[in-house]
Nanobody, 123 residues
Framework: QVQLVESGGGSVQAGGSLRLSCAVS????????LGWFRQAAGKEREGIAT???????NYADSVKGRFTISHDNAKNTLFLDMNSLKPEDTAMYYC?????????????????WGQGTQVTVSS
């Protein structure tokens, strides 16, 4: 059973930075995909970044150039470095995982989810 636990959310002013962490346990082998998603109040969930050994790294256009996803295998931790934050980045952020070679920004593709961490960006 894969478990994911996010941390690092908080409140920041526009233009600021935050680093989200996701402690991952239960992953086996190397064929898996890890991703970050977010959901703002009243909006649909949005895939923002994914990483896998087979597919590399993928970003949504909304965060490209501002956010960086990385995976520290030794620490079993997924990170999301967020820079130049905007009020529209305000959302609950989730990390997720799925096995296999498919690695997209589509939420339903993922099997396991963390509980989420709130990010609030004020103008």
């Amino acid at each position: 059973q894969v478990q994911l636990v996010e941390s690092g959310g908080g409140s920041v002013q526009a233009g600021g930075s935050l680093r989200l962490s996701c402690a991952v346990s239960g992953l086996t082998g190397w064929r898996y995909c890890l991703g970050w998603f977010r959901q703002a109040a009243g909006k649909e969930r949005e895939g923002i970044a994914t990483v896998s050994r087979l597919s590399g790294i993928n970003y949504a256009d909304s965060v490209k150039g501002r956010f960086t996803i990385s995976h520290d295998n030794a620490k079993n931790t997924l990170f999301l470095d967020m820079n130049s934050l905007k009020p529209e980045d305000t959302a609950m952020y989730y990390c997720a995982s799925r096995g296999g070679s498919r690695c997209t920004l589509v939420g339903p593709d993922f099997n396991y989810w963390g509980q989420g961490t709130q990010v609030t960006v004020s103008s």
